[in-house]
């Protein structure tokens, strides 16, 4: 039972960090395309005076998910060659890549669910406090896009000091 609460934990931390690190990226312009399409989402879908809208707006040719996607293939390459090489269990392997595979889509799901006004999720009782706060967190990002790279963690930003509440 050890093990895999300590492989929860160090994927968590891994894949977080890793998205932190993704999201930084594409806000510098040596990111080339991936930069320009990161910032059609904050300069053209989204700016800060039109954060909300009723339905989210999809960036066509320009989502970056499929560029968060592409990058993170050798991050899940990674326990499937140590679960072969027998490094890592059956189990571990598999709860590795469950959680990678998680945590992708929940910080996509968040993230585009941050954007629309009213969403379902922000009428829960017991996390509504919760979404308004990563709104509010995500909504300061696109103020200045050097702050808060997080979508519902943001503990890399508080050490790395891009963490902004106002």
Known sequence: ????????????????LFGYF??????QSWTGRYNTSH??????LY????????????AGKDDTFWT???IS????LAPIVLGLLGILSLTLTLITLVEMLLIGWLNNYLHNALHIRNHWISKIPLIKLLFAEWGNL???????????????????????NTFWKK
Do not use: C, Q
């Open 1 to 16: 039972m050890g093990a895999i609460l300590l492989t929860i934990l160090l994927v968590y931390l891994i894949v977080s």
């Open 47 to 58: 700016p800060p005076e039109d954060f909300l809208s009723e339905k989210y707006r999809d």
């Open 73 to 76: 293939l050798p991050l899940i």
């Open 39 to 44: 910032m059609a989402h904050h300069e053209k």
């Open 68 to 70: 968060f996607a592409i």
């Open 138 to 160: 995500h909504y300061l990002h696109h103020v200045d896009m050097k702050k808060n790279y997080g979508i519902f963690s943001f503990h890399w930003d508080r050490l790395f």
């Open 22 to 27: 993704t999201h930084k990226a594409l806000h």
